[in-house]
Each structure stands twice: as structure tokens, then as C-alpha cells.
């Protein structure tokens, strides 16, 4: 068995998963079985597959995939669940003689497999209740006066995340980004991080060319049915599925609410740059220049290696 397993990394639309498929084939053909653990917060909701770009059974193409549709979209789900799953999947794999090959679109959830969790001062829900009051501008107005570095992290219409670095603060008077130093000092010895790096120019045609596909593929009909069924707080804040909720609510038109989506997965992309230039400070981590080659040939760099890399 090989000593390590990849742990795919790189910005939305850059091929994560279809790199991930390659190289549980490759490695197949040398005779290494391998399963993928997928690391996505929103893919965890049962139903939301077009506007997450949730592969599809053609696209895993024989490929066994792990914690995709784990709870219905009217729950919750936290990065502690994700890891506690994902580690007794790996760890089961692993007792197989199967190879586990970690895709992440949430690098919070890659974050916390490689270094641990943050382990952070109980909720407090009069505070919490008292700063959702602040509304979502005054609280991003704060988060950057307190902790710059996690304000690049989050992402401006994240709340839940917003409200949490803030809660942090107020509870330990110590910036979040600052308890999260000792994550750097962490590290696991049986994984590979694989980076995939894409220019900011080529990724936002990639992103635009998704957004206009998801709408062929009946992204529009798709939410409609959860918003009708209800999305819960978490899955609610879904790209996509939030900007449509407002066309469903009359507040703006398709169109409109389908441009927003491109603009806010854009600078979602941009704010995702921030993470992964933090990981690719990882030591022994390999970065492939995504674009100039297939996810095949990415998929021989990889598995070429995790064999140099040895076996147990």
C-alpha cells in the first residue's frame, strides 16, 4: 500500500474532481485501488447537484465517491462532522488496502485534515444573537478592524463564519487568525497535498462557462424545488442558490440574479487565493499548473509521486 494519499486542492471550476477520477484510474492501472473523500461543504446536501457541481455518475466514472449527499439541505453541517467522518473513512480505506484520494472545494475542511481543528471557546448565543443584530455590514466593518487576516479568509457574505472570527475575538480578546498559527506548526506525515494552479483570467472564463452551463443543465428548476421545500441557513447561503432565492422572492430577474452568481463566484474564486497561497506553503506539497496539460497527464505527475514517496 502506499504510504501516502493525495489531498487535491485548487480554486472553484479548476478540474479538482476530474483530476481526482484520473488519478484513482492511474493509480488502478498499476494496481492500486483508490476511493475519493470528497472534501465540499455544500456537496454534503442531498439534492443540490447542478449548482455545486456535484460530479455526476458518468463523471465518477467507476469511481467510488464518499460524503457526497450526507444530510438533506434543511440541516446543518460543520467542518467537526466532515472531519470526523473523513478521518474514520481513511482510516477504514486505508485497513482495505484502498488508497483514500481527498478532493477539496472547502479548504477549511483540507485545513483541518492536514493540521487539526481549531478548538475554540464554546458558541455564546446572546452574543451571537446580538451581532446577526449589527446586520452584515457592521459586522464586516468589525471583523476587518479586529482580524484583517481573517477578513481576507471569509468571504464577505459569509455570516456564519463572519460572526464566529467576531465571537472569537470578544470571548478570548485574541484574533482568530492568531489562535489558527498553531495550525502551521501541525502537520500530518501520510498525506500528499497536490495543488492545482490556474491564472486568474483563464479561471473566470472557466467559471462564466459553468454558470451558463448549470442554467442548460436545469440549474434554475433545481433550485426552485429546494427553495420550495425549504433550504436551511447553511445550505441557503449555496452560490447560485442564494442569488436565485431573491429571483424567487421577485427582489430581481433571472438574469440578474444568474450575473450575480458569476460575480460572486469570481470573487469567491479570488478569496479562495488566499487560502490556497497559504497551503501551498506545505512542506513537500506539489502544485501543477493547471490548463496546460489533461487531468490524465496531471494524474501521471501525481501518482509518478506517491510511488517515489514508497509504499508501507
Not at 452584515?136 to 472570527?165: C, Q, Y
Not at 470571548?171 to 498559527?181: F, I, K, N, P, W
Amino acid at each position: 500500500m502506499l504510504r501516502r494519499f493525495p489531498v487535491i486542492v485548487g480554486p472553484t471550476a479548476g478540474g479538482k474532481s476530474a483530476l481526482g477520477v484520473a488519478v484513482a484510474h492511474a493509480l488502478a492501472s498499476r494496481g492500486h485501488r483508490a476511493e475519493i473523500v470528497t472534501a465540499d461543504s455544500m456537496q454534503v446536501f442531498r439534492g443540490m447537484d447542478i449548482g455545486t457541481a456535484k460530479p455526476t455518475e458518468d463523471e465518477r466514472a467507476g469511481v467510488v465517491h464518499h460524503l457526497i449527499d450526507v444530510v438533506d439541505p434543511a440541516e446543518a453541517f460543520s467542518v467537526d462532522r466532515w472531519l470526523g467522518l473523513a478521518e474514520g473513512l481513511i482510516e477504514e480505506m486505508r485497513g482495505r488496502g484502498v488508497t483514500p484520494i481527498v478532493v477539496g472545494g472547502t479548504h477549511l475542511y483540507v485545513k483541518a485534515l492536514l493540521d487539526g481543528l481549531f478548538e475554540g471557546p464554546g458558541a455564546d448565543e446572546g452574543l451571537r444573537s446580538a451581532l446577526v443584530a449589527m446586520g452584515l455590514g457592521a459586522l464586516r466593518e468589525e471583523l476587518e478592524r479586529i482580524d484583517p487576516r481573517a477578513a481576507e479568509r471569509i468571504h464577505p457574505n459569509d455570516e456564519r463564519r463572519t460572526v464566529r472570527a467576531i465571537e472569537v475575538f470578544r470571548l478570548t480578546g485574541t484574533a482568530l487568525s492568531e489562535h489558527q498559527r498553531q495550525w502551521d506548526d501541525a502537520g500530518r506525515d501520510d498525506a500528499l497535498l497536490v495543488g492545482l494552479r490556474w491564472d486568474a483570467q483563464t479561471l473566470n472564463g472557466r467559471i462564466n462557462e459553468r454558470v451558463r452551463g448549470m442554467v442548460a443543465q436545469g440549474f434554475v428548476e433545481e433550485a426552485r424545488r429546494l427553495w420550495s421545500a425549504g433550504l436551511g441557513e447553511q445550505a441557503g447561503q449555496a452560490l447560485g442558490y442564494k442569488q436565485l432565492a431573491s429571483h424567487f422572492e421577485g427582489r430581481c430577474s433571472l438574469d440578474e440574479a444568474m450575473e450575480k452568481t458569476k460575480i460572486e463566484t469570481r470573487r469567491f474564486a479570488k478569496n479562495q487565493r488566499t487560502w490556497l497561497r497559504r497551503l501551498s506553503l506545505t512542506p513537500g506539497s506539489v502544485w501543477l499548473d493547471a490548463g496546460e496539460r489533461s487531468s490524465a497527464e496531471l494524474a501521471q505527475v501525481v501518482v509518478e509521486k506517491l510511488v517515489t514517496l514508497g509504499a508501507n
